[in-house]
């Protein structure tokens, strides 16, 4: 259904989208089109039967009665709301833009007419009643004539709108007069400088200051101002247009700020419409112009040519000296002209643009390329794009809006019909019409019908707010029905067993505020104990059932002190009894009363006895006990923990000792050093005896303490018993110079790895910048002289563009001044992995290689180029550099891993 409704003055709506009153309406038969009034390609509606259209809630048995009903709703004058209708005759204009330059000897195009007006300073602004709006440009004596097709609006400049070629129909061309400038409409100033016998106009100009601020500007009117000198030189009259830089000029006026522009004995352009009139023979050549097109007829003795914008052909008839031809080839694809006939022929195997005339129908298949995306538009309304695309294996139905990208299409596929949308709420399959009555077995249903037939049912969703079920709901329980859920659990109804409700999940009955009555002459609850959902002790009273939870709270918050207070007495507690906070469960403690004594319990937190300020007293102590971390943390002040008497005669190994006891078994003892790794220190007198730092006593030599620093003896002595310290530490330090040997051997003839990791997170993404992904600092002294091997693995997703994988070095941790020593360009825009390994000689501060731009995995496959040769001081800090760049931001370039090796010279 087409529903149309007027809105306002100026706008209608067509199913509920607004439009413009710009819409002319054509009745061909018993059918209706509407189309722009301004653009007849901009069809809103195609042809369709007057029965498909309601008109403000109406319908109409013929199109003549729907026509008279569209006609003032689509279409008035007033919808650009610049007046009431009676305002609305056009007024047209002309804006006169003076020489167009260079005055090349070629005819203006509508290419330099658009240019023109966008390199304007200002502007040019049209209104709704300027139509028609003609721009006039001069070249060499000829003006010309274009009618502007933009319409309405601020055209050019850089504030304007942007106007184009295809805006601009040249409609006159014809030698320009002194009328043509002199015109009020023109906007141009005439200066006059009189006569001037030698023609020197430059000299006239410059003889007094000329104000030319305002020139190419619009005036109050819009016309564009231009600035005229004229003189006379034997009795013409000249004139020369000033066509510099707008400003004011005090004598400066250069050749190139004017040009001549006509005089009064231009003669008029001879056309073919003056040869019709006068006689109809040409006296010199006629030349005839289409309005519409632009081109230019011009007929001569020896034949006629064709002329449009820069472009010329020229046909030719010699003389005629008896019977003769012309003869013009078979047309091809860069003829210009051909016959109508061969024309003719050559588009029979095309489709007409106006489409096949009624009994002319196609009578083959329409074929067409797989090989893209094929399209049937229809004509675009609204920024919206109507077609059928035909792809290699399927085609589809599209409506797209070409704004906010949304679409929705059809496209059958082997099995069925797809239907998809983008569009904010999506209705997916339409109709227009009530389809109820008509609809058989195998059709689909609307929502209508489907309404209708489930109105008398309770919907499987449940009933909606505010229309409830009124009847009562009656089950047929001559056997048992139920109500069953997905889950498991049932209500069901049985003629003799009565109403049973079951549930695998349990059985919730909530009844609020009113409470739950349960009534019978036999009621039980069997199988599981009775409970509450939720605590309910406030509304507890004297006959109320209690919960275990009740009970358990009334016996943890009686007190000990309350047992003490009710009459009993402490002495006669029998039972061992035992004190815990928070029932228990967040107890951190207990302090246990028995026969065995008093036990205090301590968990994760562990013990804390205070003994205020008096102190601890603890009598009878007989082991303290570390917990799971075995330790022991006392914290004391002042003295820490002290004997109160001397216990010594009762220590044992296991006892701890006091500052007396240790001060008596050692005195002043004196550092001495290690010995096998144990500090040492020497006793007093001359006893054997030192002291090792695990506390223990041990003998030594007394060889040691009088040995005097001796000479080495150059072996490697075995350590013993009575081995002299001196030669001990020759010992071992002849071992040490022997394994400082072996490592030196080691450096000459093995690899030495300076870097090796694996990456998971260095990546470089949306970005085509050059991008250091990693720096490894390489300490001065550690390269000498030999081979520096660099390998790396990295990984691109995405397959938009190529990557680059670049090496450099740098005294810095910066691209800015490295020099780079290796590239490696991968070969396809698809490849997820690339390796990069290179080896380089380093020899008298000097890196060389392969040349740095090689673009292959191993630098060797490709020689071709000067060799890397490039300074590098090996006895300052390094920076090796690994980068990268992509070439689409649409890429991810991950390094996945770097290892760094050298390998020194050997001799």
Same mark, same amino acid.
């Given at each position: 259904?087409?529903?149309?409704?007027?809105?306002?003055?100026?706008?209608?709506?067509?199913?509920?989208?607004?439009?413009?009153?710009?819409?002319?309406?054509?009745?061909?038969?018993?059918?209706?089109?509407?189309?722009?009034?301004?653009?007849?390609?901009?069809?809103?509606?195609?042809?369709?039967?007057?029965?498909?259209?309601?008109?403000?809630?109406?319908?109409?048995?013929?199109?003549?009665?729907?026509?008279?009903?569209?006609?003032?709703?689509?279409?008035?004058?007033?919808?650009?709301?610049?007046?009431?209708?009676?305002?609305?005759?056009?007024?047209?204009?002309?804006?006169?833009?003076?020489?167009?330059?260079?005055?090349?000897?070629?005819?203006?195009?509508?290419?330099?007419?658009?240019?023109?007006?966008?390199?304007?300073?200002?502007?040019?602004?049209?209104?709704?009643?300027?139509?028609?709006?003609?721009?006039?440009?001069?070249?060499?004596?000829?003006?010309?004539?274009?009618?502007?097709?933009?319409?309405?609006?601020?055209?050019?400049?850089?504030?304007?709108?942007?106007?184009?070629?295809?805006?601009?129909?040249?409609?006159?061309?014809?030698?320009?007069?002194?009328?043509?400038?002199?015109?009020?409409?023109?906007?141009?100033?005439?200066?006059?400088?009189?006569?001037?016998?030698?023609?020197?106009?430059?000299?006239?100009?410059?003889?007094?200051?000329?104000?030319?601020?305002?020139?190419?500007?619009?005036?109050?009117?819009?016309?564009?101002?231009?600035?005229?000198?004229?003189?006379?030189?034997?009795?013409?009259?000249?004139?020369?247009?000033?066509?510099?830089?707008?400003?004011?000029?005090?004598?400066?006026?250069?050749?190139?700020?004017?040009?001549?522009?006509?005089?009064?004995?231009?003669?008029?352009?001879?056309?073919?419409?003056?040869?019709?009139?006068?006689?109809?023979?040409?006296?010199?050549?006629?030349?005839?112009?289409?309005?519409?097109?632009?081109?230019?007829?011009?007929?001569?003795?020896?034949?006629?040519?064709?002329?449009?914008?820069?472009?010329?052909?020229?046909?030719?008839?010699?003389?005629?000296?008896?019977?003769?031809?012309?003869?013009?080839?078979?047309?091809?694809?860069?003829?210009?002209?051909?016959?109508?006939?061969?024309?003719?022929?050559?588009?029979?195997?095309?489709?007409?643009?106006?489409?096949?005339?009624?009994?002319?129908?196609?009578?083959?298949?329409?074929?067409?390329?797989?090989?893209?995306?094929?399209?049937?538009?229809?004509?675009?309304?609204?920024?919206?794009?109507?077609?059928?695309?035909?792809?290699?294996?399927?085609?589809?139905?599209?409506?797209?809006?070409?704004?906010?990208?949304?679409?929705?299409?059809?496209?059958?596929?082997?099995?069925?019909?797809?239907?998809?949308?983008?569009?904010?709420?999506?209705?997916?399959?339409?109709?227009?019409?009530?389809?109820?009555?008509?609809?058989?077995?195998?059709?689909?249903?609307?929502?209508?019908?489907?309404?209708?037939?489930?109105?008398?049912?309770?919907?499987?969703?449940?009933?909606?707010?505010?229309?409830?079920?009124?009847?009562?709901?009656?089950?047929?329980?001559?056997?048992?029905?139920?109500?069953?859920?997905?889950?498991?659990?049932?209500?069901?109804?049985?003629?003799?067993?009565?109403?049973?409700?079951?549930?695998?999940?349990?059985?919730?009955?909530?009844?609020?505020?009113?409470?739950?009555?349960?009534?019978?002459?036999?009621?039980?609850?069997?199988?599981?104990?009775?409970? !509450?959902?939720?605590?309910?002790?406030?509304? #507890?009273?004297? *006959? @109320?059932? /209690?919960? +275990?939870? $009740? %009970? &358990? =709270?009334?016996?943890?918050?009686?007190?000990?002190?309350?047992?003490?207070?009710?009459?009993?007495?402490?002495?006669?507690?029998?039972?061992?009894?035992?004190?815990?906070?928070?029932?228990?469960?967040?107890?951190?403690?207990?302090?246990?009363?028995?026969?065995?004594?008093?036990?205090?319990?301590?968990?994760?937190?562990?013990?804390?006895?205070?003994?205020?300020?008096?102190?601890?007293?603890?009598?009878?102590?007989?082991?303290?006990?570390?917990?799971?971390?075995?330790?022991?943390?006392?914290?004391?002040?002042?003295?820490?923990?002290? !004997?109160?008497?001397?216990?010594?005669?009762? #220590?044992?190994? *296991? @006892?701890? /000792?006091? +500052?007396? $006891? %240790? &001060? =008596?078994?050692?005195?002043?003892?004196?550092?001495?050093?290690?010995?096998?790794?144990?500090?040492?220190?020497?006793?007093?007198?001359?006893?054997?005896?030192?002291?090792?730092?695990?506390?223990?006593?041990?003998?030594?030599?007394?060889?040691?303490?009088?040995?005097?620093?001796?000479?080495?003896?150059?072996?490697?002595?075995?350590?013993?018993?009575?081995?002299?310290?001196?030669?001990?530490?020759?010992?071992?330090?002849?071992?040490?110079?022997?394994?400082?040997?072996?490592?030196?051997?080691?450096?000459?003839?093995?690899?030495?790895?300076?870097?090796?990791?694996?990456?998971?997170?260095?990546?470089?993404?949306?970005?085509?910048?050059?991008?250091?992904?990693?720096?490894?600092?390489?300490?001065?002294?550690?390269?000498?002289?030999?081979?520096?091997?660099?390998?790396?693995?990295?990984?691109?997703?995405?397959?938009?563009?190529?990557?680059?994988?670049?090496?450099?070095?740098?005294?810095?941790?910066?691209?800015?001044?490295?020099?780079?020593?290796?590239?490696?360009?991968?070969?396809?825009?698809?490849?997820?992995?690339?390796?990069?390994?290179?080896?380089?000689?380093?020899?008298?501060?000097?890196?060389?290689?392969?040349?740095?731009?090689?673009?292959?995995?191993?630098?060797?496959?490709?020689?071709?180029?000067?060799?890397?040769?490039?300074?590098?001081?090996?006895?300052?800090?390094?920076?090796?550099?690994?980068?990268?760049?992509?070439?689409?931001?649409?890429?991810?370039?991950?390094?996945?891993?770097?290892?760094?090796?050298?390998?020194?010279?050997?001799?």
């Amino acid at each position: 259904m087409i529903i149309i409704n007027n809105l306002n003055e100026s706008r209608f709506t067509l199913n509920g989208v607004q439009y413009f009153k710009n819409y002319l309406t054509r009745v061909a038969g018993s059918n209706l089109s509407i189309y722009n009034a301004y653009n007849t390609c901009d069809v809103l509606v195609p042809f369709s039967s007057h029965e498909r259209f309601q008109v403000n809630g109406s319908l109409f048995e013929a199109v003549e009665e729907l026509q008279a009903a569209l006609v003032g709703i689509c279409y008035t004058r007033n919808t650009l709301n610049e007046g009431s209708p009676a305002d609305q005759n056009n007024i047209g204009r002309v804006l006169s833009f003076g020489e167009l330059l260079p005055q090349n000897g070629l005819y203006i195009t509508r290419e330099e007419a658009s240019a023109k007006i966008n390199s304007l300073a200002e502007p040019v602004t049209i209104s709704a009643k300027d139509s028609p709006v003609n721009f006039t440009f001069t070249r060499e004596g000829k003006m010309y004539g274009f009618e502007f097709l933009g319409g309405k609006g601020v055209w050019g400049s850089a504030s304007g709108s942007e106007v184009f070629p295809h805006q601009f129909l040249l409609k006159t061309l014809y030698d320009i007069t002194p009328e043509d400038i002199t015109r009020e409409t023109s906007g141009a100033s005439i200066i006059s400088l009189g006569e001037i016998p030698d023609g020197n106009f430059l000299a006239a100009a410059n003889s007094s200051q000329r104000d030319f601020s305002n020139s190419g500007m619009a005036d109050e009117n819009g016309t564009i101002k231009s600035y005229y000198f004229t003189y006379t030189n034997d009795s013409v009259l000249n004139f020369v247009q000033f066509v510099g830089e707008a400003g004011v000029y005090n004598g400066n006026i250069t050749p190139d700020d004017l040009v001549s522009s006509t005089n009064s004995k231009a003669s008029p352009i001879i056309d073919y419409e003056s040869v019709l009139q006068y006689g109809k023979v040409a006296v010199s050549p006629a030349r005839h112009q289409d309005r519409l097109t632009g081109m230019i007829t011009e007929f001569n003795g020896s034949g006629f040519q064709s002329i449009k914008n820069e472009a010329a052909q020229t046909f030719k008839i010699a003389d005629p000296t008896g019977n003769h031809e012309v003869v013009f080839p078979p047309a091809n694809q860069n003829d210009s002209i051909v016959y109508a006939s061969q024309l003719q022929n050559e588009v029979n195997n095309y489709l007409p643009l106006a489409g096949t005339a009624d009994g002319n129908p196609i009578t083959g298949n329409i074929a067409l390329t797989g090989i893209n995306t094929v399209k049937i538009i229809s004509t675009t309304l609204d920024n919206q794009e109507r077609s059928i695309n035909f792809f290699d294996d399927a085609f589809t139905i599209l409506v797209k809006d070409n704004v906010s990208g949304g679409f929705s299409q059809l496209s059958p596929v082997n099995g069925g019909i797809i239907i998809s949308s983008t569009f904010e709420n999506p209705r997916g399959l339409i109709g227009e019409q009530d389809f109820t009555f008509n609809i058989g077995d195998l059709d689909y249903t609307q929502k209508k019908y489907v309404d209708e037939l489930v109105s008398t049912n309770i919907p499987l969703a449940g009933t909606e707010t505010g229309n409830p079920v009124t009847g009562d709901i009656v089950m047929d329980a001559t056997n048992t029905i139920g109500l069953k859920a997905n889950v498991a659990g049932e209500i069901t109804f049985d003629n003799t067993q009565g109403i049973a409700i079951s549930s695998d999940e349990g059985i919730k009955i909530d009844s609020r505020a009113g409470g739950l009555i349960i009534s019978g002459t036999s009621t039980t609850i069997e199988n599981s104990p009775l409970g !509450y959902a939720e605590d309910l002790s406030s509304n #507890y009273n004297e *006959r @109320s059932l /209690v919960d +275990k939870a $009740y %009970v &358990d =709270n009334i016996a943890a918050n009686i007190t000990f002190q309350e047992v003490l207070e009710a009459g009993s007495e402490a002495v006669l507690i029998s039972s061992p009894v035992t004190i815990q906070t928070d029932n228990g469960i967040n107890a951190k403690g207990s302090i246990g009363l028995n026969n065995s004594g008093v036990s205090i319990g301590g968990q994760s937190g562990g013990v804390s006895i205070s003994g205020g300020s008096n102190g601890l007293v603890l009598n009878q102590l007989n082991s303290i006990s570390a917990g799971n971390t075995a330790d022991i943390i006392v914290t004391a002040a002042n003295g820490g923990i002290k !004997y109160s008497n001397n216990p010594i005669e009762g #220590y044992t190994n *296991r @006892s701890l /000792v006091d +500052k007396e $006891y %240790v &001060d =008596n078994l050692v005195t002043s003892g004196t550092g001495f050093g290690f010995w096998n790794n144990t500090e040492i220190s020497w006793l007093e007198g001359s006893s054997e005896e030192i002291l090792l730092a695990d506390g223990t006593l041990a003998n030594i030599c007394e060889t040691v303490r009088s040995q005097q620093i001796g000479e080495n003896t150059g072996s490697d002595t075995t350590v013993i018993a009575t081995t002299s310290l001196q030669s001990a530490v020759w010992s071992l330090q002849e071992q040490l110079n022997t394994a400082n040997s072996y490592i030196e051997e080691l450096e000459n003839k093995t690899t030495q790895i300076l870097f090796n990791k694996a990456y998971s997170n260095i990546q470089l993404t949306g970005n085509t910048s050059e991008t250091i992904l990693t720096s490894v600092l390489i300490n001065a002294g550690t390269l000498q002289e030999g081979v520096l091997q660099i390998a790396a693995l990295f990984e691109k997703t995405g397959s938009a563009g190529n990557a680059y994988h670049r090496i450099y070095v740098n005294t810095v941790d910066s691209l800015t001044g490295a020099v780079r020593i290796a590239s490696l360009n991968s070969t396809s825009n698809a490849r997820p992995f690339t390796a990069f390994c290179r080896d380089f000689l380093l020899r008298n501060n000097t890196i060389y290689g392969f040349p740095e731009l090689t673009s292959s995995f191993d630098g060797v496959t490709d020689s071709v180029g000067t060799p890397l040769n490039a300074a590098l001081n090996i006895s300052q800090n390094i920076y090796i550099i690994i980068a990268g760049v992509l070439q689409n931001t649409d890429d991810t370039l991950h390094q996945k891993s770097l290892k760094i090796t050298f390998e020194k010279f050997t001799a």
